[in-house]
């Protein structure tokens, strides 16, 4: 079993819906949460850190569920600007600053 | 917000010749520089971890005598991969951490390596 692992995708999604994604995570002693977007050749940007009482950032609602170890992102409203591959990312056991990566979740928004 | 640069930004490169990538942090000192590998429609792998003054932490199954790694300074680390083979061509990443705790990490445009 992965580390992590997300739905790889794509999410066809019209403009202005609301989309959901998941992703779980092996280790239950992961301490560390966050979601990154990568546009295609690009380097991942930090999208948002998850926390244990969910959080929320604009359009962006991420929630953390550690009895089923699994986080989430709901993106409302979405834009043609958030076709992008959503990376689910958590730190490594016994390290705060290594971090294990999904292989991402491909949205795409179409007008 | 903080700046990781990366260079070259793309290289092609004959198998067997050795190839060196650039990590600077522009705007903060970083204690801890990583160094990933991402192939098509593939997570980010870690490859190692770069500590400032000391040897470099590899992965498991990442060759250290292949990808050599050079933390000289808080701002500079360097990935150099030698005797290169086409199946080493790969998106590579480096990132910097500024707190330590892994939620300031920040990361380099990323090299886009071709061995042909």
């Known amino acids: 079993r992965k580390e992590v692992e997300q739905d790889p995708g794509p999410f066809n999604v019209p403009e202005g819906a609301t989309v959901a994604f998941n992703c779980t995570y092996s280790?239950?002693?992961?301490?560390?949460f966050f979601w990154y977007r990568q546009d295609c050749r690009k380097e991942p940007k930090l999208l948002m850190s998850?926390?244990?009482?969910?959080n929320e950032d604009g359009r962006f609602t991420a929630q953390l569920n550690r009895a089923s170890q699994y986080i989430s992102l709901l993106i409302r409203d979405s834009k043609l600007s958030d076709s992008a591959t959503y990376l689910c990312?958590?730190?490594?056991?016994?390290?705060?600053?290594?971090?294990?990566w999904g292989a991402g979740t491909k949205l795409i928004i179409k007008p | 917000g903080a700046v990781v640069s990366q260079h070259p930004s793309r290289v092609i490169c004959k198998s067997g010749t050795s190839v060196k990538i650039e990590c600077r942090s522009l705007?903060?000192?970083?204690?801890?520089m990583f160094w990933y590998r991402q192939f098509p429609k593939q997570s980010l792998m870690l490859m190692a971890t770069?500590?400032?003054?000391?040897?470099?932490?590899?992965e498991q199954g990442v060759e250290k005598d292949k990808f050599l790694i050079n933390h000289a300074s808080l701002t500079l680390s360097t990935l150099t991969v030698t005797s290169a083979h086409p199946e080493d061509s790969s998106f590579y990443i480096c990132?910097?951490?500024?707190?330590?705790?892994?939620?300031?990490?920040?990361f380099g445009p990323g090299t886009r390596l071709t061995v042909t």
């Open positions: 990132s910097a951490d500024r707190d330590r705790g892994g939620r300031e990490q920040y």
């Open positions: 705007d903060f000192q970083a204690t801890t």
């Open positions: 770069s500590n400032e003054g000391s040897k470099a932490t590899y």
């Open positions: 280790n239950s002693a992961s301490q560390s």
């Open positions: 998850v926390y244990s009482s969910g």
């Open positions: 990312v958590v730190n490594r056991l016994n390290s705060n600053y290594q971090l294990i």
